[in-house]
């Protein structure tokens, strides 16, 4: 006779539920929001998604609604569900959760959280990660921003908004690529992926007239991939794209280096990074290291950079190898001051065991996070404060005046 504890074949065993996937589509006013959200929403394999929806946004959905429940949640045609942010966000997911588990509701296989064009996506990630319930039961999955190819390059240099919800994307998304017909607008939308691709080489780009902004390309973003259930974690940092930015900035950093060799007086040589620092306030690069990070040295990192520079952190992923378990390493994932609860994968996913972390930054210049991770990880540069003074007394790194290497 089997025994009570074996689980029969097929039969799920008892556990924490899987999280819910949880995305944020963003994007500028009449970017195109709620003409996709219509259009994935009819896709088989979007059943069961719930979308939240800001007051405003409401009225594109309104003909899909077929039922309004008390709480506030409506059923849409499609058999998804929608609900806008009356009270506040956490209640809402509550909300959700609460249905799901007292049975009103069979699934939840996504969740969907429309903002309102002007709103920084920051907060409604900070609202997620945060909360010691809802970061368990939900993951953040993916940031879809929609850009507009006719209006966008004004809107990024009109908006700090936009250019924060373009930092902070995994898909960025073209929409009225229909509309890109003259010279002039090709010219504009050329100048836009261009200074995409500055603010954030990392993340995908579709494209929505083209039908790729698929269900597929669109979601699973995050670091699970959810049919194989094992880490992607190049696809998920893709550090690679950032190498060209990098390039550029390393010229910068070579001249540096010449005039540092032999100085440590940093003040002398304010003037190394001017150039980057007005041409556009948001970076893209990456760090990376081979030797094994201790752990200490990680924690304390990442608690100066966003104690001290929180808000100057738009988002920061990275896969680090601790110095104490070097075969398991750590995904660490930020947005601004706050860093979702760090996660110990159970081996590596590939042959590429290195430290690497992808920051995209406002005010913020590599070479200050790069001397602060350097001083801190151990790989000490000639003339630069050890990692005890830094712990002592963190001001030791004067930002941006000091010389970069
Ligand atoms: N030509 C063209 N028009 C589009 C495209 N996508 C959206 N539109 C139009 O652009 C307008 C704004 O689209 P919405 O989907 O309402 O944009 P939104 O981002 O939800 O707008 P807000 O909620 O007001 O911020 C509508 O008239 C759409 O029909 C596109 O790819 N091509």
Known sequence: MASPTLVAEGQKPKGPKPPIPLSVLTGFLGSGKTTLLNRILKDPSMADTAVIINEFGEIGLDHL????????????????????????????????????????????????????????????????????YLVMRYRLDSVITLVDAVNGLSTLDNHEEARKQAAVADRLVFTKTDLVQDEEARASFDALKQRLQQLNPGARRLDAQANDATVENLFNAGLYDPKSKIPDVAAWLNAEAYEDQQHDHHHGHDHAHGHSQGHHHGHDHAHAHDVNRHSDAIRAFTLSTDRPVPASALEMFLDLLRSAHGPKLLRVKGIVQLAEDPERPVVIHGVQHVFHPPATLEAWPDADHRTRMVFITKDLPEGFVRRMFEAFSGALLPDTPDHQALTDNPLVVSGFTSPVR
């Open 65 to 132: 609604f077929v039922d309004q429940a008390g709480d506030g949640i409506v059923e849409l045609a499609s058999g998804c569900l929608c609900c806008t942010i009356r009270g506040d966000l956490v209640t809402t997911l509550e909300n959700l959760l609460r249905r799901l588990d007292n049975g009103r509701m069979d699934r939840l296989n996504r969740v969907i959280i429309e903002t309102t064009g002007l709103a920084d996506p920051a907060p409604i990630l900070h609202t997620v990660m945060l909360h010691p």
